[in-house]
Antibody, heavy 117, light 109 residues
Framework: QVQLVQSGGEVKQPGASVKVSCKTSGFTFINYGFSWVRQAPGQGLEWIGWIRVDNADTQFPQRFRDRVTLTTDTSTTTAYMELRRLTSDDTAVYFC??????????WGQGTLVTVSS | QTVVTQEPSLTVSPGGTVTLTCGSSTGAVTSGHYPNWFQQKPGQAPRSLIYRTSNKHSWTPARFSGSLLGGKAALTLSGVQPEDEAEYYCLLFYGAPWVFGGGTKLTVL
């Protein structure tokens, strides 16, 4: 069955970077793309980027373009999201989600990233 | 900056019908925005319900349906069940970026 299992929660200091992983199984990894979405405490969902596995094409909203790096590893069928220059506003649950042809279907369980000094 | 608008909250009685909408600050929502709809309950990851306007996933209950209505994307729940109480989010595609609506808190009362 399709599974997306994310790495555990992280606590980071302001100015640091965090890298979240999304280990997948149960499907042909290279056929899909992955969106990354975050949710600050008590807030709605925010799309922070997308990567297509077969050609590594990426898309980002302007506000994240210089702080987010998305990568994938086809040997381990894992997607990664790195966010740099963290501030307290980046405290949120980060989700990965699989998609193909604008069909977002399966989600990871979420990873809480806490930014605090 | 593109804004996607949803009703902040709606209330429906069990067994009733309710329609949630998803509008765009750029104009009418079309099939070219590939609307997706998600349900989220407290402490859980979002669950995908509808993709590309009206297509259901294999796990989507039959009482959920998606459409375009009056220039917006719409999610209709017919025969609402108590377990449908949740936050609902739409997602629209603008080339890049994708943009989420602010969410609708649906109360079943």
């Amino acid at each position: 069955q399709v599974q997306l299992v994310q790495s555990g929660g992280e606590v980071k200091q302001p100015g640091a970077s965090v890298k979240v992983s999304c280990k997948t199984s149960g499907f042909t990894f290279i056929n899909y793309g992955f969106s990354w979405v975050r949710q600050a405490p008590g807030q709605g969902l925010e799309w922070i980027g997308w990567i297509r596995v077969d050609n590594a094409d990426t898309q980002f909203p302007q506000r994240f373009r210089d702080r987010v790096t998305l990568t994938t590893d086809t040997s381990t069928t894992t997607a990664y999201m790195e966010l740099r220059r963290l501030t307290s506003d980046d405290t949120a649950v980060y989700f990965c989600a699989r998609d193909i042809n604008w069909d977002v279907d399966f989600w990871g369980q979420g990873t809480l990233v806490t930014v605090s000094s | 900056q593109t804004v996607v608008t949803q009703e902040p909250s709606l209330t429906v009685s069990p067994g009733g019908t309710v329609t949630l909408t998803c509008g765009s600050s750029t104009g009418a929502v079309t099939s070219g925005h590939y609307p997706n709809w998600f349900q989220q309950k407290p402490g859980q990851a979002p669950r995908s319900l509808i993709y590309r306007t009206s297509n259901k996933h294999s796990w989507t209950p039959a009482r959920f349906s998606g459409s375009l209505l009056g220039g917006k994307a719409a999610l209709t729940l017919s025969g609402v069940q108590p377990e449908d109480e949740a936050e609902y989010y739409c997602l629209l595609f603008y080339g890049a970026p994708w943009v989420f609506g602010g969410g609708t808190k649906l109360t079943v009362l």
